[in-house]
């Protein structure tokens, strides 16, 4: 009986396969909008200042770290959680596949978080000028900027506590 449960709970892992097809998905949703953002931005050159192009260029450096946080967990949390990847990808295979264990995965997380977050409050500081009411820009950009620090001070926090861990297991 317990060899049975334990290979129920074993096979339990190919539960998260649909997820990351989800992510499959997601990872289009994430391509038409960064098309879409750049078609608007070719149609919308001619009228556009400087600032406005710069601004198109941060949503799609946005979109495209979303789109590889996204692969970066694709990849790594089905090697991780369910099942090797068991063909041959020759030279195309990224140098990182395959060897980002679940800590890492977790640094990569908050780092691209970290990005896109700076990324957005860049986006919301050059957009400054543009709006009338500065009280409500005050608050939200003082939001946006607890909300970015956070992120930061979370990912020091977690790489501490991974070195500490990989400290500790030495001993």
């Known amino acids: 009986m317990e060899r049975t449960l334990e ?11 649909p997820m990351y097809l989800g992510l499959v998905g997601a990872l289009f949703m994430l391509a038409y909008i ?9 149609v919308e050159l001619p009228g556009m200042k400087a600032e406005d192009v ?16 996204l692969l970066i967990v694709l990849f790594s949390g089905y090697e991780n959680f369910v099942s090797k990847f068991d063909f041959d990808a020759g030279q195309d295979k990224p140098n990182w596949m395959g060897t980002v264990d679940f800590s890492a995965l977790k640094m990569k997380l908050i780092a691209s978080i970290v990005a896109i977050s700076a990324i957005d409050l ?5 957009g400054i000028e543009e709006t009338s009411d ?16 956070t992120f930061v001070v979370s990912g020091v926090l977690m790489a501490l506590m991974d070195w500490l861990a990989a400290k ?3 001993h």
């Open 122 to 126: 860049l986006k919301w500081f050059m």
């Open 54 to 69: 710069i601004l198109v260029v941060l949503s799609l450096i946005d979109l495209t770290l979303a789109g590889n946080l």
């Open 168 to 170: 500790s297991d030495k």
């Open 7 to 17: 290979r129920l709970l074993f096979a339990s892992r190919w539960i998260m396969a």
């Open 34 to 42: 960064f098309m879409a953002e750049l078609v608007h931005g070719i």
């Open 134 to 149: 500065a009280a409500t820009m005050d608050r939200k950009l003082f939001w946006l900027v607890v909300i970015h620090l």
